[in-house]
């Protein structure tokens, strides 16, 4: 292994930090999964109304249990950048994390108001899954010690 190919492991006291990335995992997982949901209502509502600019408003509850969840991850992600920057933990991917979940909340605001415009749908899953894949990596970066 080269000398800059060293992983760093991080270890912090105490479950806080470690229990905010598992639930940022298990809350952008219901989020994903919304979201899958949200967007088969689309391909289902594109069928029936030819106008993009009134598909979101067709889409009812789930579009608001996938927004809700969107706030909870980006509070939750929030939380952890917070925590990095206060412990002076260092650890790029929280920089990176929130970093992705903004753009994410943004193309998703950006569906929204513009009437799902194809463009964005690409780039939301892919931030999705660029998020989810930040996050594993921080659970084996991450050790505590008691």
């Known amino acids: ?29 219901i989020q994903i999964l919304a979201g899958t949901g949200v967007r088969q209502l689309i391909d289902e509502i594109s069928i029936a109304i030819p106008d993009r600019m009134e598909w ?8 608001y249990f996938h927004r809700s969840f969107a706030i909870a991850v980006l509070v939750i992600n929030g939380l952890l950048f917070y925590y ?21 909340a943004l193309s998703g605001i950006g569906m929204a108001y513009l009437g799902v415009p194809a463009f964005l749908q690409p780039i939301h899953l892919t931030l999705s899954f660029i998020m989810i894949a930040l996050q594993l990596n921080l659970v084996q970066k991450v050790k505590i010690r008691a």
């Open 1 to 29: 292994m080269a000398m800059g190919d060293q992983k760093r492991i991080l270890v912090v006291k105490g479950l806080l930090f470690k229990g905010l990335i598992y639930l940022g995992i298990v809350v952008s997982g």
């Open 56 to 63: 979101i408003a067709s889409l009812g509850s789930d579009l």
């Open 84 to 104: 990095n920057v206060k412990r002076n933990l260092r650890l790029r991917e929280i920089s990176w994390l929130i970093g992705i979940v903004v753009l994410e």
